[in-house]
């Protein structure tokens, strides 16, 4: 027990240390601090200069509450509960396995030097992606995960910031189911995965964002703000009662397992689910939500 209680306040402190360097500029083109913020300032330029919806405020409704998501998010979040929460994970299961006689390296299925970094991080890439596209299918499948992941679809007006509204729960869900699959075949420092994450935040971004492009026949490759926006629709069919367009980076899952859906232009759609007007519109009752908020489960 005393190991456990060890490598949660190390997780904690080392954390600090690292956003710590991350805001005073000590870590160099791997920052993920300013590597937001650059992402988000450039995302954000190109919703002023080429509006897709052009009465939408550039200040949109939500702006500085999704500002907040944010950085909470992609850092604070972490500080509070993940890195401990996930180290802590590593070594109980690292020390079941030891048990009999096992690690989790027994397991994995090839050497990250026998590969060239290209290969390695693109089967990285690729893997993470497929994996996070059946998680998020989940969160709509699934009545107690949708609970958590109408705080995503609470947003009423598509901005780059949306991105990253999300209720705590969800990066516990994703990286729990994420964490086996690449401990099976990755083996990288966060200075080498530095690059994938970056794509996948401007992917990310520009889902959300207030801009209308598809990006021609890489439509079918990757996710683009003409196709993400129909998986915030309000109102669907029937046939797609529990969502569509699921894809993160990538929209090639949704065309290959036909969960893709864009029936027409959806700039003026609205957004939202059901009973949504109901649902808290501050940050504290949205992270709350659905046991503790003062609102009922919708």
Do not use: C
């Amino acid at each position: 027990m005393n190991k456990y209680i060890e490598l949660i306040k190390n997780s904690y402190s080392g954390y600090w240390n690292y956003l710590k360097n991350e805001i005073l500029f000590q870590n160099q083109w791997d920052n993920y601090f300013y590597g937001l913020i650059a992402i988000s300032l450039i995302v954000w330029t190109l919703e002023i200069i080429f509006p897709w919806r052009k009465n939408q405020s550039i200040f949109r409704k939500d702006f500085w509450l999704d500002t907040f998501y944010m950085f909470f998010n992609f850092f604070i979040l972490n500080l509070i509960v993940f890195i401990a929460l996930s180290n802590t994970a590593a070594q109980l299961l690292n020390d079941i396995l030891k048990t009999v006689g096992l690690s989790l390296s027994s397991f994995q299925l090839y050497n990250t030097n026998d590969l060239p970094k290209w290969l390695g991080l693109l089967i990285f890439f690729l893997v993470s992606d497929f994996v996070q596209w059946n998680t998020h299918r989940l969160l709509h499948r699934f009545e107690f995960f949708w609970n958590f992941h109408k705080v995503h679809h609470s947003v009423k007006e598509m901005g780059f910031a949306a991105h990253l509204r999300y209720h705590w729960m969800e990066p516990v869900m994703y990286k729990s189911i994420l964490y086996i699959p690449l401990a099976l075949i990755a083996n990288y420092s966060a200075q080498d995965v530095a690059i994938v994450y970056f794509f996948s935040i401007a992917i990310g971004h520009l889902n959300h964002a207030n801009l209308g492009w598809d990006y021609g026949i890489l439509k079918y490759i990757f996710n683009n703000p003409k196709m993400h926006i129909w998986h915030h629709a309000k109102e669907l069919p029937e046939h797609v009662r529990y969502g569509v367009n699921y894809g993160l980076t990538l929209s090639i899952w949704d065309y290959l397992f036909k969960t893709d859906y864009v029936p027409h232009n959806g700039r003026d759609i609205e957004l939202g689910f059901k009973n949504d007007e109901q649902f808290p519109k501050d940050f504290i009752s949205q992270e709350l939500y659905p046991k503790f908020s003062k609102k009922e489960n919708l």
